[in-house]
């Protein structure tokens, strides 16, 4: 389901449920020219260009941009390294923040968590995991009641950083331990993904046509 400014995700059933568990996933994008083809966005003067002179509106109409989603981060992201780690920790205050793990990048790489887990507690406990990045604080606040460490339980994730994660977790109540669990990716930094990412300029690149072709789509 693609939306091209909001999604609603309501919950609708014939009785009453006691905390019912449920997970969703949301990607978010920043659209490509052959993105904003497909779903009739339109284009600056600027991406009129590219589109005429890299051949863009004849790729979407034979159908071979834009990428699926999946098809191209498998080409763009050069996996280094995968770890999964797990820890307990003593939660013996209420309202009080607890470190988990920070993490974080070296050079020329950068991080992605891909899946946390965690055991379920409470809804009166109100434990939460939560994931901040790089100056994005607080960017995922998980309650962690819907999850378990069992298979099936975990939420997968795509969270990139590049230059740390920072885990965390904070309760309303004492817990004692507590189990979590994640799993993050170490990935090469590329000039392809430099420019997907906005961290250079056209003219920073040795081969600017890499940083045209990927506001088009093609890369």
């Not at 009641?145 to 339980?153: D, E, H, K, M, V």
């Not at 795509?158 to 799993?183: C, D, K, N, Q, W």
């Not at 993904?193 to 250079?200: A, I, P, S, T, Y």
Request: with cysteine; proline share 5%.
């Amino acid at each position: 389901m693609v939306a091209k400014e909001f999604l609603y995700y309501n919950l609708l059933g014939i009785a009453g449920a006691i905390d019912y568990h449920t997970h969703f996933g949301v990607w978010g994008i920043i659209p490509t020219v052959a993105d904003k083809l497909i779903y009739d966005i339109p284009l600056s003067n600027e991406e009129k260009e590219l589109a005429e002179r890299l051949g863009i509106t004849n790729s979407v109409e034979k159908g071979v941009l834009p990428l699926p989603r999946d098809v191209q981060i498998a080409r763009e992201y050069l996996i280094v390294g995968e770890e999964t780690h797990s820890r307990v920790l003593n939660i013996a205050a209420a309202n009080t923040s607890y470190t988990i793990e920070n993490i974080y990048a070296r050079e020329n790489e950068f991080l992605v968590l891909t899946r946390i887990a965690a055991a379920p507690g409470t809804t009166a406990q109100d434990i939460r995991f939560i994931v901040d990045r790089d100056d994005d604080h607080n960017y995922a606040n998980v309650k962690t009641f819907p999850l378990s460490l069992i298979p099936g339980g975990e939420v997968s994730c795509f969270i990139p950083a590049m230059e740390e994660i920072r885990l965390s977790t904070i309760a309303s109540a004492i817990v004692g331990l507590h189990s979590f669990r994640y799993t993050y990716q170490r990935v090469r930094l590329t000039n392809l993904l430099r420019c997907r990412f906005g961290l250079v300029s056209r003219d920073e690149l040795p081969e600017p046509s890499v940083y045209d072709k990927v506001k088009a789509g093609v890369l």
